[in-house]
Nanobody, 125 residues
Framework: VQLQASGGGLVQAGGSLTLSCAASRRVFRIDAMGWYRQAPGGQRELVATITTTGSTNYADSVKGRFTISRDNAKKAVYLQMNSLKPEDTAVYYC????????????????????WGQGTQVTVSS
């Protein structure tokens, strides 16, 4: 697993959660990082992205409520989610790419994107 996400859970509407995602030590170069989400029966959609220099982009539905940040030294990305709504309920996936990592044979692999395993966020009304 090259990206490991954590921090999901159950929260009441109006509450807050912080998601975290870190790349494994085998990943040595990352460009953009971000978060996507997929609600039951829905398609995966962009939540927020952040470049290496800190430029951010948000889905309209989360602007003003969610904040994305990253720690380049830790190869980590975070999503602070405030004022959560039931419609924010989804599986959240962290994303990184383009990226380079060492595979199990210590060969360099270049990929367009890496995905975390997903973390469930449930917002009750």
């Amino acid at each position: 697993v090259q990206l490991q996400a954590s921090g999901g859970g159950l929260v009441q509407a109006g509450g807050s959660l912080t998601l975290s995602c870190a790349a494994s030590r085998r990943v040595f170069r990352i460009d953009a990082m971000g978060w996507y989400r997929q609600a039951p029966g829905g398609q995966r959609e962009l939540v927020a992205t952040i470049t290496t220099t800190g430029s951010t982009n948000y889905a309209d539905s989360v602007k003003g409520r969610f904040t994305i940040s990253r720690d380049n030294a830790k190869k980590a990305v975070y999503l602070q989610m405030n004022s959560l709504k039931p419609e924010d309920t989804a599986v959240y996936y962290c994303y990184a790419g383009p990226a380079n990592y060492y595979n199990s044979n210590d060969e360099i692999v270049a990929v367009r994107d890496l995905w975390g395993q997903g973390t469930q966020v449930t917002v009750s009304s």
